[in-house]
T-cell receptor
Framework: IAGITQAPTSQILAAGRRMTLRCTQD?????MYWYRQDLGLGLRLIHY???????GKGEVPDGYSVSRANTDDFPLTLASAVPSQTSVYFC????????????FGPGTRLTVL | GENVEQHPSTLSVQEGDSAVIKCTYS??????FPWYKQELGKRPQLIID?????GEKKDQRIAVTLNKTAKHFSLHITETQPEDSAVYFC????????????FGKGTHLIIQP
């Protein structure tokens, strides 16, 4: 059992390019989340999904989109990357759509030049 | 939306002493308050959480207290050990965290030998 996996581990991207960060969980968790972590700012919620087929906006959604076609996968897409999107991105999941303990993936370090 | 303030940003204590980290929140509807520990280069991991119907919760050397009236909650670590050195994040959410967490900016805890 892998838990939550994220890919890629790290990526350097030219500004203006499109990029999709992948997140997969094998725990059959209902809810999934995307956070970005910047030094001195902690973790900030980008988007979330309580169940497959539904998504919601978090604190910093601009420039990002998500989809939840099935229970296991929750990809995060940057349509046209900008340097301010340089960050460490963490995916998380919760067993219940009603909340509870969030389990985090290993993170993706993204650098936009 | 919710706003979580966390203090101090850095805390240095002697091994064996106690450490206290404090957080305040703004949304009176918040009812779920987890604490995460993050070691350098690793993912955040839940160490303890508390819900709004409880004033205190303990797990071995770790305890969390919640004052709903004042809208603040604290993490207490007793008999600190070198492996307690890490960054600690508090978070708050309404709805049990179903729509994501709002995090504080973190406290870097340093255990001096």
């Amino acid at each position: 059992i892998a838990g939550i996996t994220q890919a890629p581990t790290s990526q350097i991207l030219a500004a203006g390019r499109r990029m999709t960060l992948r997140c997969t969980q094998d725990m059959r968790h209902n809810a999934m989340y995307w956070y970005r972590q910047d030094l001195g700012l902690g973790l900030r919620l980008i988007h979330y999904s309580n169940t497959a087929g539904t998504t919601g906006k978090g604190e910093v959604p601009d420039g990002y989109s998500v989809s939840r076609a099935n229970t296991d996968d929750f990809p995060l897409t940057l349509a046209s990357a900008v340097p301010s999107q340089t960050s460490v991105y963490f995916c998380a999941s919760t067993a219940s759509a009603g909340g509870g303990t969030q389990y985090f993936g290993p993170g993706t370090r993204l650098t936009v030049l | 939306g919710e706003n979580v303030e966390q203090h101090p940003s850095t805390l240095s204590v002697q091994e064996g002493d106690s450490a206290v980290i404090k957080c305040t929140y703004s949304d009176s509807a918040s009812n779920y308050f987890p604490w995460y520990k993050q070691e350098l280069g690793k993912r955040p991991q839940l160490i303890i959480d508390i819900r709004s119907n409880v004033g205190e919760k303990k797990d071995q050397r770790i305890a969390v207290t919640l004052n709903k009236t004042a809208k603040h909650f604290s993490l207490h670590i007793t008999e600190t050990q070198p492996e307690d050195s890490a960054v600690y994040f508090c978070a708050a959410s309404s709805g049990g965290g179903a729509d994501g967490l709002t995090f504080g900016k973190g406290t870097h805890l340093i255990i001096q030998p």
